[in-house]
T-cell receptor
């Protein structure tokens, strides 16, 4: 089944403890992206990647890192999480950028205490 | 800078009513793309439509239709004969050619369809 998976789905952590949210797609898509969703703010793009080893900042990249070492994986790294990064995070992928349908993962709800 | 405005925060209708969700965008690019996504109560995000700036034809897909008007920078979404299953948050989004594949979402409109 074609899908985008994220792990973990739920995470509660403490300020400053490094964490990684994984994202994987099995559709051989070149484009992958991370978003965060906050009440009243909609979805905001954090980072995106057009292909392996190519990443670009979205609207809210501060406090996040990403890497794209393999086409199927696009992990989101929070080196030193803070409470303002408490949010619902979505990963998405598409074949070649926004000209194609984006498939979203199920979301990861992160709480930083 | 690109910007998307969805002025309607919440809309409530009775089943079978028609409802229009508004989306107004700002861009300086001549080439850009507009999108609508649906987020049902279960939380997943579902792609509905993509439209490029050179194609102003209205689109109809079943009970869904989209009205793209460059003159007013709007890309409105109409649901005809709404159903309870249409209850969701709907997001409009914009990508400009000059920004690569960066996507900017509006804040969303929550639609509640009452039986």
């Amino acid at each position: 089944e074609a899908q985008v998976t994220q792990n973990p789905r739920y995470l509660i952590t403490v300020t400053g403890k490094k964490l990684t949210v994984t994202c994987s797609q099995n559709m051989n898509h070149e484009y992958m992206s991370w978003y965060r969703q906050d009440p009243g703010l909609g979805l905001r793009q954090i980072y995106y990647s057009m292909n392996v080893e190519v990443t670009d900042k979205g609207d809210v990249p501060e406090g996040y890192k990403v890497s794209r070492k393999e086409k199927r994986n696009f992990p989101l790294i929070l080196e030193s999480p803070s409470p303002n990064q408490t949010s619902l995070y979505f990963c998405a992928s598409s074949y070649q950028g926004l000209s194609d349908t984006q498939y979203f993962g199920p979301g990861t709800r992160l709480t930083v205490l | 800078a690109q910007k998307v405005t969805q002025a309607q925060t919440e809309i409530s209708v009775v089943e079978k009513e028609d409802v229009t969700l508004d989306c107004v965008y700002e861009t300086r690019d001549t080439t850009y793309y507009l999108f609508w996504y649906k987020q049902p109560p279960s939380g997943e995000l579902v792609f509905l439509i993509r439209r490029n700036s050179f194609d102003e034809q209205n689109e109809i897909s079943g009970r869904y239709s989209w009205n793209f008007q460059k003159s007013t920078s709007s890309f409105n979404f109409t649901i005809t004969a709404s159903q309870v299953v249409d209850s969701a948050v709907y997001f409009c989004a914009l990508s400009e050619e000059s920004s690569g594949d960066k996507l900017t979402f509006g804040t969303g409109t929550r639609l509640a369809v009452r039986p």
